[in-house]
């Protein structure tokens, strides 16, 4: 019995060397490794300079990927835009072209960016749209409220994107008019003191 104990000591104490011994082994891998396990919020605390930068980084990045972009769209329709230019100039052509195909979509932004690039006319995308005497507005889905209930479809989107990239179907066009909706006055107007250049569709268009 004696000597039972003996061995069940000495197994014991072998087995507890091994345990710290892979231990030992254990912490110096981790050591060796550069491994460091901590919480969230200690990342946070230890590397805030870091995240700091990072974020700066980030925000510069996104700057000037924003300038580049706007300066490509000036180079390829010759227009300034921000991205509240481009979901005015969407919402526009949705409500004036909404039931055209792809190039009468292109065609109404065409109009608008001609516009913009007139001395005659205001020199934004917003003023543009919005532009008026008293409390007659330049196109009629501002004055009667489409503008602001359309649902702008995906084909809209990528129509006002070619017009913006320098797709331009106008021939220099600066109006448009629906002969069949539009006014007597206006259609008047249209015919006595502009040039009509063509018709695509619905719509006719002028210079």
């Known amino acids: 019995m ?60 996104d700057e000037r990927l924003k300038a580049y972009r706007a300066k490509q769209i000036k180079k390829a329709c010759g227009v300034s835009v921000t991205a509240t230019d481009r979901k005015i100039l969407e919402r526009i052509v949705e409500a004036e072209a909404g039931g055209e195909d792809h190039k009468g979509k292109v065609l109404v932004a065409n109009v608008v960016l001609n516009r913009v690039k007139n001395k005659s006319f205001p020199s934004t995308i917003k003023d543009v749209v919005f532009a008026h005497r008293g409390g007659t507005y330049q196109f009629s889905p501002i004055m009667d409220g489409r503008y602001y209930t359309v649902n702008v479809s995906d084909d809209t989107k990528s129509a006002v994107k070619d017009a913006l990239a320098g797709v331009d179907h106008s021939a220099g066009a600066l109006y448009f008019m629906e002969r069949a ?26 210079k």
């Open 181 to 206: 909706l539009a006014d007597k006055g206006n259609v008047s107007w249209f015919d006595r003191c502009l040039t009509r250049l063509f018709r695509y569709h619905c719509h006719e268009f002028y």
């Open 2 to 61: 004696y000597n039972n104990k003996i061995f069940i000591m000495i197994m014991a104490g072998s087995m507890t060397m091994g345990l710290l011994n892979s231990s030992d082994c254990l912490s110096k891998t981790i050591k060796e490794n550069n491994v460091v396990i901590m919480s969230e919020n200690e990342y946070g605390i230890k590397n805030r300079a870091n995240i700091k930068k990072i974020s700066n980084l980030k925000r510069l990045h």
